[in-house]
């Protein structure tokens, strides 16, 4: 397991929305789509973020400002130091042929380096559908536009694109189009319903899962999923199909900072 630590300014920080933002930092990161990494401010501890994309020289993150950590970030500049561990976890394995992305909220950075990488490989077909609450809400809009052959938006309160969730459109494309495979990343209720829909169409799917992570490396048992004590940190996030299957937790309960499962 490669787990570089590296002390850095951050680069560069870009406005997303009201409260999501992207980190940059120039350093070197070997990390491929669906891996995450722990970032740690050093007052606060620390906390995964998915990498939203990589080059030669430098990586970052798309952050949402949800709680105490994240308060903290939010209130740092360029040139302040933080300091990151990782690449961590298993990640999207990349098939070639056509393929559909679902994703929703602010769980879309990994699919947003999924398509760069996709489209690296010369992947046959893109197609990403992205959903939020509202248009506000949307990330990489015109990322997706270029990265993928087609690309869908849904909004629940129908400020742009189709009204509705990602889910409800992944039914409509899926009337018309046949794929090869099914990428899902979004809030674990939306991918329960991707999931269900992948499966009464018989297509392969993985997903991306986020569950509450201390050490992001197997040692402290905080993201383990029932009933196979699943280790998503280090056997995930992205999680098979054939896996997932197993998975009785997925959708129903997890675990939060104290390790007692609650329902979702
Ligand atoms: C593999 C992985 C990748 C992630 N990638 C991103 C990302 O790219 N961008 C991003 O903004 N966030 C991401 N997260 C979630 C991020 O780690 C949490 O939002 C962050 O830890 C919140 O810290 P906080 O102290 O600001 O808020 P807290 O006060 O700790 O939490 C605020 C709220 O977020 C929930 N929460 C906390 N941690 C998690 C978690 N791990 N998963 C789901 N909900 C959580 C809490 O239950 C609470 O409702 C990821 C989490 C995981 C496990
Ligand atoms: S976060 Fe500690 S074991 Fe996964």
């Given at each position: 397991m490669k787990c570089d630590r590296q002390t850095l300014p951050i680069a560069a920080i870009r406005e997303e929305n009201a409260s999501l933002r992207t980190f940059t930092f120039h350093g070197n990161?070997?990390?491929?789509p669906g891996q995450f990494i722990m970032l740690t401010i050093f007052s606060e501890g620390e906390k995964p973020f998915s990498i939203l994309d990589v080059d030669e020289k430098s990586f970052s993150m798309t952050i949402k400002?949800?709680?105490p950590f994240t308060n903290k970030l939010f209130s740092m500049d360029v040139g302040d130091l933080v300091s990151i561990r990782g690449p961590y976890g298993r990640s999207f394995k990349r098939q070639t042929g056509n393929i559909l992305m679902v994703g929703g909220g602010f769980a879309t950075p990994p699919l947003r380096f999924l398509a760069k990488?996709?489209?690296?490989?010369?992947?046959?077909?893109?197609?990403?559908?992205?959903g939020a609450h509202s248009e506000e809400d949307l990330l990489y809009?015109?990322?997706?536009?270029?990265?993928c052959h087609q690309s869908h938006i849904a909004t629940d309160n129908g400020s742009l694109g189709y009204m509705g969730t990602s889910v409800d459109v992944m039914e409509q494309v899926l009337q018309n189009e046949k794929f090869d495979q099914v990428y899902i990343s979004g809030p674990e209720k939306m991918a329960k319903a991707a999931v269900a829909v992948a499966k009464k169409h018989q297509l392969p799917y993985e997903v991306n899962l986020e569950r509450y992570m201390k050490c992001g490396v197997g040692i402290c048992g905080s993201c383990v999923m029932d009933p196979t004590g699943f280790i998503l940190c280090m056997e995930g996030p992205i999680v098979d199909d054939q896996t997932l299957d197993?998975?009785?937790?997925?959708?129903?309960a997890h675990r939060g900072k104290t390790g007692a499962k609650t329902a979702l």
């Open positions: 990161l070997s990390a491929s400002n949800i709680g990488k996709l489209r690296e490989d010369d992947v046959k077909k893109l197609v990403n559908i992205n809009v015109e990322d997706f536009e270029i990265l197993k998975l009785e937790d997925f959708g129903t």
